[in-house]
């Protein structure tokens, strides 16, 4: 670590980050999570699927990325319960954590909550962009807010210990699902529609009900969510500013959403129009901000006069809040 980052010590937690979604390309990728663990990430979020894919195609993958961390105990750990992230830190491992973004592949089984719980998954999507048997996404053509099915996976997820990700989700179904929420829910990578108006970012009713709950906002790390062709830390931290403002520092949290492999989303996204529409930037190559930009960000928090404590926060305790209150 270099720069003002050095000088925190506390949990640094970056809550999404997407390697590839086959199986060869991941295992080459899997490697470079190195950068995290070299910049002093404490905890990372790695995705194990997403929209449409494949129940099958999510649990190969997940048990591929499994199988190679234990392989590496030096260098990371599987967190399964909040007392492991201080182990990792200590042991000065990158502790993984896996997320799935969107209910679509469960089908309603809610059973399958259960497992992947137990296999590492720690917050779930209810909808990845467009209408499932959960939840409407944020490209649906009309948002029908919850099913009666989507409710209960919410109460599932609850009493499991899965983290409620309202990410992607269409803003009614997510108003919905805060309205009954009797746990921390949250918006794992999203900024804020004031500053940039992107329907993938979300209106301040969303980002005040999210913290009212005691939930987190990610700020995203990538540039058609920030409106500029190339990624911007300067416009990052002028989203974390807002989200401080509307709910305040308690729900800011990082949810960079890193591409590992962004020759490969690019081609995914070429055949994925329904889950991509035209017309919203999807056309642009992805531009991203990487692991390294962390310090950066917490530099720039400084200069614009963040205390220490809301640093913390904001870098990784927040989401490790979460995590001690809603994992079972």
Request: charged share 20%; proline share 4%; aromatic share 8%.
């Amino acid at each position: 670590m270099a720069g003002v980052f050095a000088a925190f010590d506390g949990v640094v937690w970056d809550n999404h980050a997407c390697l590839p979604m086959n199986l060869a390309d991941n295992l080459r990728f899997l490697p470079q999570l190195a950068r995290f663990r070299d910049q002093g990430v404490t905890v990372l979020s790695l995705n194990a699927g997403y929209g449409e894919m494949a129940l099958a195609d999510h649990w190969a993958l997940l048990t591929q990325m499994r199988r190679w961390i234990l392989q590496r105990p030096h260098h990371y750990r599987l967190i399964e319960r909040a007392d492991d992230i201080a182990l990792a830190k200590a042991a000065g491992q990158l502790g993984i954590v896996f997320d799935i973004e969107g209910a679509a592949p469960l089908d309603g089984d809610l059973d399958l909550v259960d497992r992947f719980y137990q296999a590492g998954v720690r917050w779930m999507l209810l909808a990845y962009n467009q209408t499932n048997w959960a939840a409407s996404g944020v490209h649906s053509h009309e948002d029908e807010g919850l099913t009666d099915a989507g409710r209960a996976l919410i109460s599932r997820m609850e009493e499991v210990g899965m983290v409620v990700c309202l990410s992607h989700t269409g803003y009614r179904s997510a108003a919905e699902a805060l309205e009954i929420a009797h746990k921390p829910m949250v918006f794992s990578h999203s900024n804020a529609l004031s500053l940039d108006a992107h329907p993938r970012n979300i209106p301040d009713s969303l980002i005040s009900a999210c913290a009212a709950g005691g939930g987190v906002i990610g700020v995203n790390g990538i540039a058609g969510f920030m409106g500029l062709a190339q990624a911007s830390v300067e416009r990052l931290v002028d989203h974390m500013d807002h989200i401080a403002e509307v709910g305040g520092t308690e729900a800011v949290g990082l949810g960079l959403d890193y591409v590992f492999d962004i020759a490969g989303l690019e081609l995914e996204k070429a055949g994925m129009a329904n889950t991509f529409p035209p017309g919203l930037g999807y056309e642009t190559p992805v531009s991203c901000l990487p692991p390294e930009a962390i310090d950066a960000v917490a530099e720039r928090l400084v200069q614009r006069g963040w205390a220490r404590a809301d640093i913390d926060g904001a870098l990784g305790l927040n989401w490790l809040r979460v995590a001690r209150a809603c994992w079972t």
